[in-house]
């Protein structure tokens, strides 16, 4: 059992090998980032597979809604919102396996969930555009290995039904944060 | 306006009592858990008390919108009551009136107590889940047979019907001229379905057409006063008049919001609450937004609205569009089984966050759990 605290929640990975904050700050900690690449807030290591974990608590999630803008201004912000979050997600993926490519640590298929607090509706939407992005799979005729194998956006609760050995919980007197 | 519906023993509800918001309710729901039914037994007792069918025999509309088994009034309480306990239906509306309704399994077709409303409420609409335009002429022919039309069709697409083939009052721009409020919601809707559908009824036969065109605001050649408020006016594309049935199915569905206003069966502030049963059934997603937004300008103008839906468009548009600055309300009513009881409950709420059970973001969940276990396998479980 692997318990790591990040952002606010709680995980706790019950078959995992290793699993430590990965954008660590706390420089006398073994697992410091210490570096100007951006990082993933959880890399959790299994038999079989790593999981890159990204953590986004919102309280208004309206602001990344595009189909609701009700006039060209508001669409524009909203886009740029939906826009920003997944650029944030995706070079954050990106740079935790550059960093972790420079560890030797690549070599099991990398899966990347993120943990948003949407609606199923808008992570779906989410999650589509992350994963044509960045990218999942062999992009290209070239490459002989995937960067992501999989990419998932889920909330709380589809989190803890979907992946019931990591249970997640939020823990008190905590407030969101990047 | 409806305040609150309470039925117990009756269809499938057990005790089932909702408060409604005297602008707009969305009820949602599982198939099985009882939208339509309880769409259905609001617009009756709403019918009732009206102005137009106070004092109809209960009994009988009851019977004709839910078409129990051999037409038995006793078949609408429901299975597993015992002998002798009543079905209940008890409505209140916001002026005081009231309907209270009871019978036993042993009921019949025994009428029920007259319900007498002071004073007499609007008349309700009821827009079922089939679009009713193209059907329109075939329900009213001459040649059709009354009893094999109501073998088909309940009480809900006849009284539609009806409504649809009442006489206009006056020319529709001079309601516009005497209106703006009406006039504003009328030109966007035939606008958007860029030209307006019209129906006559002559001897018995339903012709309908479609005149492609669109309002525009014209200054009369001797008007020089430049304060004077223009008026728009309908400038019919030449030549193009199509026979209704050409326009796509879910134009049609607008077509009779456009023709109900036109007629003045809806008219907000006037009417009884307006139901629609699954509005976006055949609809382009991407006229859902134009839908809403004629709702929520209804709803403004002082009509009561309560529909039953299955689509996140649909729903999501409220939750984005309400305007609480321009005093819309938006009560969510989520129908759901109790997992012990098995009886029917709703939970209600205005936050559009908050509904829960919300199966229709489940769905959306149901794609992520496929996702989840074709792409990770057994990872995590």
């Given at each position: ?178 | ?48 008390l009206s102005d137009e069918l106070q004092g109809a025999d209960l009994a009988k509309r009851l019977c004709r919108i839910y078409r129990p088994a051999g037409d038995s009034l006793g078949k609408l309480v429901r299975h597993g009551t015992p002998a002798g306990v009543h079905a209940e239906i008890d409505a209140n509306f916001a002026g005081g009136q009231r309907l209270q309704a009871k019978f036993t399994s042993a009921s019949k077709t025994a009428a029920l107590p007259i319900s007498i409303a002071q004073p007499a409420l609007g008349s309700p609409l009821f827009l079922p889940t089939k679009e009713i335009l193209s059907l329109l002429r075939g329900i009213k022919s001459k040649e059709a047979d009354s009893k094999t039309i109501e073998s088909i069709f309940d009480s809900t697409y006849l009284d539609l019907c009806d409504k649809l083939l009442a006489k206009k009052p006056i020319k529709v721009e001079d309601i516009i001229e005497s209106d703006p409020r009406f006039g504003s919601v009328y030109e966007i809707l035939v606008n958007t379905l ?188």
């Amino acid at each position: 059992m692997k318990i790591v605290e990040a952002d606010g929640f709680e995980f706790r990975f019950a078959d995992a090998l290793d699993a430590f904050v990965f954008d660590e700050t706390d420089t006398s900690k073994p697992t410091f980032h210490g570096s100007f690449m951006k990082g993933v807030d959880i890399i959790a290591e299994f038999e079989e597979a790593y999981i890159y974990v990204e953590l986004k608590d919102y309280d208004d999630l309206s602001i990344y809604d595009v189909r609701g803008a009700t006039n060209d201004e508001e669409r524009k912000l909203r886009q740029d919102g939906f826009k920003w979050l997944k650029n944030y997600l995706k070079y954050k993926f990106r740079d935790s396996y550059l960093y972790r490519h420079a560890e030797q640590k690549v070599e099991k298929p990398v899966h990347y969930v993120c943990l948003i607090t949407f609606d199923n509706a808008l992570n779906t939407r989410m999650q589509k555009a992350l994963k044509q992005e960045l990218p999942v799979g062999k992009a290209s005729r070239r490459w002989v290995q995937s960067l992501a194998t999989s990419c998932q956006v889920v909330n709380l609760d589809k989190w803890n039904e979907n992946f019931p050995k990591w249970p997640v919980t939020r823990l008190a007197a905590v407030t969101g944060g990047a | 306006m409806i305040e609150s519906l309470r039925l117990k023993n009756f269809s499938k509800f057990l005790d089932l009592p909702i408060q409604f918001s005297p602008k707009i309710n969305i009820i949602i729901g599982e198939n099985g858990t009882g939208k339509t039914q309880l769409l259905k037994a609001a617009y009756v007792a709403n019918t009732i008390l009206s102005d137009e069918l106070q004092g109809a025999d209960l009994a009988k509309r009851l019977c004709r919108i839910y078409r129990p088994a051999g037409d038995s009034l006793g078949k609408l309480v429901r299975h597993g009551t015992p002998a002798g306990v009543h079905a209940e239906i008890d409505a209140n509306f916001a002026g005081g009136q009231r309907l209270q309704a009871k019978f036993t399994s042993a009921s019949k077709t025994a009428a029920l107590p007259i319900s007498i409303a002071q004073p007499a409420l609007g008349s309700p609409l009821f827009l079922p889940t089939k679009e009713i335009l193209s059907l329109l002429r075939g329900i009213k022919s001459k040649e059709a047979d009354s009893k094999t039309i109501e073998s088909i069709f309940d009480s809900t697409y006849l009284d539609l019907c009806d409504k649809l083939l009442a006489k206009k009052p006056i020319k529709v721009e001079d309601i516009i001229e005497s209106d703006p409020r009406f006039g504003s919601v009328y030109e966007i809707l035939v606008n958007t379905l860029e030209g307006r559908f019209s129906l006559t009824e002559f001897v018995g036969t339903v012709t309908m057409s479609f005149d492609p065109g669109q309002y525009q605001v014209q200054r009369d050649k001797d008007q020089h006063d430049l304060n004077t408020r223009m008026q728009a006016k309908f400038i019919a594309n030449k030549g193009e008049s199509v026979s209704a049935n050409m326009a796509a199915e879910g134009i049609r569905k607008l077509g009779i919001i456009q023709l109900l206003l036109q007629n003045r069966q809806l008219d907000p502030g006037r009417t009884g609450t307006l139901f629609w049963d699954e509005p976006e059934t055949n609809m382009n997603p991407k006229l859902m937004r134009l839908l809403v937004e004629i709702l929520l300008e209804l709803s403004r103008n002082g009509q009561q609205i309560i529909l039953a839906t299955h689509d996140y468009v649909l729903l999501k548009w409220f939750d984005l569009l309400m305007d609480p600055d321009k005093d819309d309300h938006v009560r969510f009513h989520s129908l759901y089984r109790d997992q012990d009881t098995s009886a029917i409950k709703v939970a209600s709420t205005e936050d559009y966050l908050k509904i829960t059970p919300n199966p229709i973001d489940e769905a959306f969940g149901f794609l992520i759990n496929q996702e989840i276990e074709n792409d990770m396998g057994s990872l995590g479980k």
